[in-house]
């Protein structure tokens, strides 16, 4: 079976054409310029715990709260010893996530595990505040989108 070949005038209108002139171009094959890496980048901790994260959800499902605790510490430290400041949360996902949080420590008043309700807001608020922190720090790092994808 052949590839049927494109009308005449449809021939004529591309004789002229290269690679590149409809948008596409030949692939660059070329190794690409990576650079060295920056080892002190708090985009690093974030890296790791997606390439541990799957391992970690599979062998042990609960030590996912602690692997998650324990990169946004690391990427706050790094990001205060990179930037000298720490970095301060902010957003509208930060605020809403407070406010869930605020509500559930309201609704101890209600309910009849109050010191439960309580635990799990100031849980739920403090780790909307790490990983606000956390966001902000990665977001203020050149070579981010790069090293993340």
């Known amino acids: 079976m052949s590839i049927p070949t494109p009308p005449r005038q449809t021939r004529r209108l591309h004789a002229g054409l290269k690679w590149g002139s409809l948008g596409w171009g030949k692939p660059d094959w070329g190794k690409p310029d ?3 890496p920056d ?3 708090p985009v690093w901790p974030l890296a790791a715990a997606a ?3 799957p391992f970690v959800a ?3 499902s609960k030590a996912m709260a602690p692997l998650a605790l324990v990169v946004l510490v690391a990427v706050l430290g790094m990001a ?3 930037q000298g400041r720490w970095p301060l949360p902010s957003g509208a996902a930060l605020w809403a996530g407070l406010a869930l949080a605020g509500w559930g420590m309201l609704s ?3 309910s009849p595990g109050p010191l439960r309700a309580l635990h799990a807001g100031l849980t739920l608020g403090g ?3 790490l990983a606000g922190a956390a966001g902000r720090a990665v977001a203020a790092e050149p070579g981010a989108p790069r090293l993340l994808g």
Request: hydrophobic share 50%; aromatic share 14%.
């Open 51 to 53: 390439l541990l994260g």
């Open 58 to 60: 599979v062998l042990q």
């Open 34 to 36: 990576w650079g060295k």
């Open 127 to 129: 780790l909307m505040l």
């Open 39 to 41: 080892w002190g980048s």
């Open 80 to 82: 205060r010893r990179r």
């Open 108 to 110: 101890g008043l209600w």
